[in-house]
Structure formats: C-alpha cells, structure tokens
C-alpha cells in the first residue's frame, strides 16, 4: 500500500521562475491538503482540494495556486517566486468523508530552494 | 483561530527515562489534538490523537498523551526514551467546525542522550 508520494525532492529556481509540485495520496484517499514549512518552523496550511476543486484556503497569496486530478493527485504551483518561498512543502492525504475525525498523512516533501 | 503552543525549543533527556513533550491549545469550542514525529529528510508521521472519550491517549511506538482540558494541555509522553526517538515533535489542532486545516506549533527538537 503506497503512501503519500510528492516529488521531485528537491528543486532550486531563481527569483521570479515558476514552480509546479506533485503528490499522489495514499491509496483509497480522495482529500489532499498542502502546507508549507519554513526552516524551523511547524508547517503552515496553505489549501485543500477535494473533487478537484479548492475547498479551504490558508493565509496565502493567489500566487499560490493548486489542481486537483480526477485520479485524486493534485499539483502545487507558485509563480513570481520570491527567496520567501524557500522551504519544504508538504503534501498530506485524507478522507474527506471522515470529517474533523479524518487522520491527514503526510509526504515526505518537496525541498524548494529560490536563489 | 485556533493555535498551539509548545513551549521548549529543545528537550535533552537520558535514554531510558521519561520523555515528555509539552503542548498547550487554543480552540473554539472542543479540540480534535494531534503528535507528529518528523526525521531528517522525513514528512511527518502520525503518532496519536485525541478526538473525545479517555483523557489519556494510547498511540504509535510507546507513545501516549494526556489531554487535559482545565490546561489546555495535550502533553506527549513516553515511559522510557530510546535514542531512535531522537527527532523533531509537533503538536496540531484542528477545531471542530468543520474545518480540516491543521494548525500545527513550532515543534520540539527531542534529544536522547545514550
């Protein structure tokens, strides 16, 4: 049984480029959230997809953007980088059905550098 | 909104002594409460949580966790550290609005001294 799969594990981009991010949920998940961590700190939530289409969104700018694929994979996007936006990002799966009850399970990351 | 704090940026304990991780919350209404665990070059792994029922959560690897809702405290323990539980513990929540974001703290750098 696949986990949560995200690639590529790393990338470096300069300022101003564009960047696009992929996760697979775990097997039989239909709900993926995307958070942002920054050195040091705990992940930030930046939105959630669920039947493709952007069901919650965090305390991020439209430069941030996300899809979500009828096989439940979802891309992350960010235009017009910024040295800001260096940090893991973080893809987790869940059951939308489960509700508040729901356990979200994490990937292993995209490490974004922007130089 | 809700938050949590975790207080110790660092927490040195001797291998095979209590370890204890501390968590305090703040929510609208009743708390869902979760532990992370993340390894270097690791997404975050699930560890326990509490939704309602026994104050007292039973979770993943030995770990367990008290919520206490006088404190607004959801501390993580474990009876006896091993030095593979060396690694980096966040506290979330999630309120119960209906909303499935996770607020998660700044996290707890564990270190088990052999």
């Known amino acids: 049984d696949a986990g949560v799969t995200q690639s590529p594990t790393h990338l470096i981009k300069t300022r101003g480029q564009q960047v696009t991010l992929r996760c697979s949920p775990k097997?039989?998940?239909?709900?993926v959230s995307w958070y942002q961590q920054a050195l040091g700190q705990g992940p930030q939530f930046i939105f959630q997809y669920y039947e493709e289409e952007e069901r919650q969104r965090g305390n991020f700018p439209d430069r941030f953007s996300g899809h979500q694929f009828p096989n439940y994979s979802s891309e992350l996007n960010v235009n017009a980088l910024l040295l800001g936006d260096s940090a893991l990002y973080l893809c987790a799966s869940s059951l939308f059905h489960r509700g508040v009850k729901n356990i979200q399970y994490f990937g292993a990351g995209t490490r974004l550098s922007v130089l | 909104a809700q938050s949590v704090a975790q207080p110790e940026d660092q927490v040195n304990v001797a291998e095979g002594n209590p370890l204890t991780v501390k968590c305090t919350y703040s929510v609208s209404g009743n708390p869902y409460l979760f532990w992370y665990v993340q390894y270097p070059n690791r997404g975050l792994q699930f560890l326990l949580k509490?939704?309602?029922?026994?104050?007292l959560v039973k979770g993943s690897y030995g770990f367990e966790a008290e919520f206490n809702k006088s404190q607004t405290s959801f501390h993580l323990k474990k009876p006896s550290a091993l030095v593979s539980d060396s690694a980096l513990y966040f506290c979330a929540v999630r309120d119960m609005g209906g909303n499935n974001r996770l607020a998660f703290g700044k996290g707890n750098q564990v270190v088990v001294i052999p």
């Open positions: 509490y939704i309602t029922g026994d104050n």
């Open positions: 097997s039989g998940h239909d709900t």
